[in-house]
């Protein structure tokens, strides 16, 4: 059981900490907030999933129930982190802009936080963090642990 949970945590460790260091770099000073970001570049949330996915299916088999219910998990998240929270994204953004346009009304700019806009992975964001978890995984496994 030991696997099915330290590899997935692993791959998150390693995608968050790659993205806290890229964010670090690129704006030349290092956030707490960028621990647990949401997007940007390695995905963690494909990472875990994929390292979940293919630890149960390296030692479950690809014909067993427990990968089934793993890849379709794993499906689910990807869409999520591609397609929903982009479009959330969007809604932020044009949210934002109509808070903003009111200027009259200072009630607005007060009472409301400014949204999220880029809470959303591209493809190749998630391509790069499902590597992660895929080499976790396969790493772990080859290695025994």
């Known amino acids: 059981m030991l696997p099915y949970l330290i590899y997935p945590i692993i791959a998150f460790a390693l995608a968050q900490g790659t993205k806290v260091f890229l964010k670090s ?25 994929t390292a979940l996915t293919t630890i149960v299916g390296l030692r479950e088999g690809l014909f067993s129930s427990e ?22 994204g969007q809604h932020g953004k044009t949210l934002n802009v109509l808070v903003k346009d009111l200027k009259e009304d200072d009630f607005l700019d007060n009472s409301y936080p400014k949204q999220l806009e880029h809470i959303g992975h591209t493809p190749i964001q998630v391509i790069i963090g499902g590597i992660i978890g895929i080499v976790v995984s396969l790493i772990g496994w080859s290695l025994g642990l």
């Open 67 to 88: 990968f089934a219910l793993a890849f379709v998990f794993m499906a689910i998240v990807i869409t999520d982190a591609i397609g929903l929270r982009n479009y959330l």
């Open 25 to 49: 770099t690129r704006k030349k000073r290092f956030h707490w907030r960028d621990v647990f970001a949401y997007s940007d570049m390695p995905s963690g949330h494909t990472a875990t999933v």
